[in-house]
T-cell receptor, first 111, second 112 residues
Framework: SQQGEEDPQALSIQEGENATMNCSYK?????LQWYRQNSGRGLVHLIL?????REKHSGRLRVTLDTSKKSSSLLITASRAADTASYFC???????????FGKGTRLSVIA | SQTIHQWPATLVQPVGSPLSLECTVE??????LYWYRQAAGRGLQLLFY??????ISSEVPQNLSASRPQDRQFILSSKKLLLSDSGFYLC???????????FGDGTRLSIL
């Protein structure tokens, strides 16, 4: 089955820098979603990008999708210590099948 | 607004004991419901999902089971826990279609 794979597995940056995380998947998708998880908590949905979209923005978040390369990237601009969390991509094949989550990128933002 | 409740937050159980984790959703009807397990520092493994009362799909064969006795209630159970059942269990709901999922705060299960 398809699976999102995030890259890198871990990322450590200074506050104010930009953070970029990548996600690759294997089969065609209906949409791709990014979630955030603070340590010991549930996941929180950040942004959804559909297969016919190439870029989407939400506040300091910018997501791109390249269906020809089966990849997506999440950019967090002007990072803050509060952005420290794990970030997961999830792919949706048809809207009626469960999401498939990747293993996540652990982001540490150092103040 | 919709909310999801999952309890308990932490649970310590001996090997061979039974398990019952409960998840309820408020503020919506006929949600899709999901149980995931997350090993330490790892991604999410889908265990079960349900698109309606009494309809359960199992993704991973194991000694766990799930039930949906009411529209907004999803229960994860085991008759006899194994050491390998330790982990962080997450319940989630979604309206279906092209919409995101919403997660509970999880249950940290430790098997001794």
């Amino acid at each position: 089955s398809q699976q999102g794979e995030e890259d890198p597995q871990a990322l450590s940056i200074q506050e104010g820098e930009n953070a970029t995380m990548n996600c690759s998947y294997k089969t065609s998708i209906n949409n791709l979603q990014w979630y955030r998880q603070n340590s010991g908590r549930g996941l929180v949905h950040l942004i959804l990008i559909r297969s016919n979209e190439r870029e989407k923005h939400s506040g300091r978040l910018r997501v791109t999708l390249d269906t020809s390369k089966k990849s997506s990237s999440l950019l967090i601009t002007a990072s803050r210590a509060a952005d420290t969390a794990s970030y997961f991509c999830a792919t949706d094949r048809s809207g009626n099948t469960p999401l498939v989550f990747g293993k996540g990128t652990r982001l540490s933002v150092i103040a | 607004s919709q909310t999801i409740h999952q309890w308990p937050a932490t649970l310590v159980q001996p090997v061979g004991s039974p398990l019952s984790l409960e998840c309820t959703v408020e503020g919506t009807s006929n949600p899709n419901l999901y149980w995931y397990r997350q090993a330490a520092g790892r991604g999410l493994q889908l265990l079960f999902y349900s698109v309606g009362i009494g309809q359960i799909s199992s993704e991973v064969p194991q000694n766990l089971s799930a039930s949906r006795p009411q529209d907004r209630q999803f229960i994860l159970s085991s008759k006899k826990l194994l050491l390998s059942d330790s982990g962080f269990y997450l319940c989630a709901w979604g309206p279906g279609g092209d919409q995101p999922q919403h997660f509970g705060d999880g249950t940290r299960l430790s098997i001794l």
